[in-house]
Each structure stands twice: as structure tokens, then as C-alpha cells.
């Protein structure tokens, strides 16, 4: 099931991401949910989704040290 725009907009509270996005990355806790993800994605026509190695921790580090 694909969501239109202002579906996505709503349920998400970000905007939709067109199916070329370059900035569709897909991370988690752990790890185990990310590589479904981005094949989920993937198999609904995004081309370039991602699969993030790291946790959501070293992401979230990673952009606090990027912003300073």
C-alpha cells in the first residue's frame, strides 16, 4: 500500500520522499529491521534507499558532532 502525499504527511509528520530521493536511509537500534526496510522500500520503486551499518545511537552521535 502506498500512501498519497498529505496521507504520508499526516501519519509521518515529515514529507513524502519522491522515489529518487537521495536522502532516504534507513537505520535502527540493533540493526535487524533495516535491511527489511530498505529492501521494503526498494521494492516499492525507491532507487536509492540505504541501509545504514551503524545503530541508531552512532547515528545520532554522528549528527550531534556534525552540527557543533
Same mark, same amino acid.
Given at each position: 500500500m502506498s500512501l498519497d502525499t498529505s496521507e504520508f504527511q499526516s501519519k509521518f509528520g515529515v514529507v513524502k520522499?519522491?522515489?529518487d530521493s537521495s536522502e532516504l536511509v534507513f537505520h535502527?537500534?540493533?540493526? *535487524?529491521? *533495516? #535491511?527489511? #526496510?530498505?529492501?521494503?522500500?526498494r521494492g516499492l520503486g525507491f532507487k536509492n534507499a540505504y541501509n545504514y551499518a551503524g545503530g541508531h545511537k552512532e547515528w545520532s552521535d554522528k549528527g550531534e558532532s556534525v552540527s557543533k
Open positions: 520522499p519522491s522515489l535502527c537500534q540493533m540493526g *535487524r529491521h *533495516r #535491511a527489511a #526496510a530498505t529492501e521494503k522500500a
